[in-house]
């Protein structure tokens, strides 16, 4: 009899256990979520992408339908340029790295040069930096469909420079250093300086609101 009465018990005490565990764990999920909320609301809308066609790394079309639904990060770079593009590059290979190869998160790194920065030269910068072309999408194309993107969806700048400002041979445009946070609906929500300290850490928490509040 007090056998039974112990095994009771125990069970008894387990199953509270267990109960409190998942009421924490539920807890914890919706206290993130609430926090996801209030971070998105907090996102300004600093304008809207709309369709494109470009090239990426691998020569094949890409369109704005190729990242509907997911969060992407995008930045505008150039594969000779002498000044901040390699440690804008290596900064985007640390954010591909921070999230899980099955995240909703894709990642775009456009050229001021493209014609220079052909697919294949492309292709070989972005293998420099561990770039997963299934996730990263380095892209070139007509001066016009990636100026309507850089400029016109993403808010991003570039301007080439005049002979008389250039430092070295390649020191060939003035461009954004800028990373922008778009959402799964291509609304650009955010706008991050790659060169401070801590931006990698902000930019990551603001992915993380948009992925969490709209999963799927």
């Given at each position: 009899m007090v056998n039974k009465q112990s095994t009771l018990v125990s069970w008894v005490v387990w199953g509270v256990l267990a109960g409190v565990t998942i009421g924490v764990s539920v807890l914890f999920v919706r206290t993130r979520f609430d926090q996801a909320i209030r971070l998105v609301d907090r996102m300004p809308v600093y304008g809207q992408v709309e369709s494109f066609l470009l090239t990426n790394q691998l020569g094949s079309v890409s369109t704005f339908a190729d990242l509907q639904g997911k969060v992407w990060i995008a930045d505008i770079v150039f594969s000779r340029c002498p000044g901040p593009c390699p440690r804008m590059t290596e900064r985007m290979a640390a954010l591909q790295r921070a999230f899980p190869v099955d995240a909703p998160i894709r990642f775009v790194t456009l050229t001021t040069d493209p014609?220079?920065?052909?697919?294949?030269v492309l292709k070989r910068f972005s293998e420099r930096f561990g770039a997963d072309p299934n996730r990263w999408f380095f892209l070139t194309g007509s001066m016009k469909e990636i100026a309507g993107l850089a400029l016109k969806g993403l808010k991003l700048t570039a301007l080439e420079k005049e002979p008389n400002q250039q430092t070295v041979p390649d020191d060939l445009f003035i461009h954004s250093t800028v990373f922008m946070l778009v959402d799964q609906k291509g609304?650009?929500?955010?706008?991050?300086?790659?060169?401070?300290?801590?931006?990698?850490?902000?930019?990551i928490t603001a992915a993380n609101a948009l992925?969490?509040?709209n999963p799927h």
């Open positions: 014609t220079h920065d052909t697919p294949a609304r650009v929500r955010g706008s991050f300086e790659s060169l401070e300290p801590d931006f990698e850490q902000q930019l992925i969490r509040t």
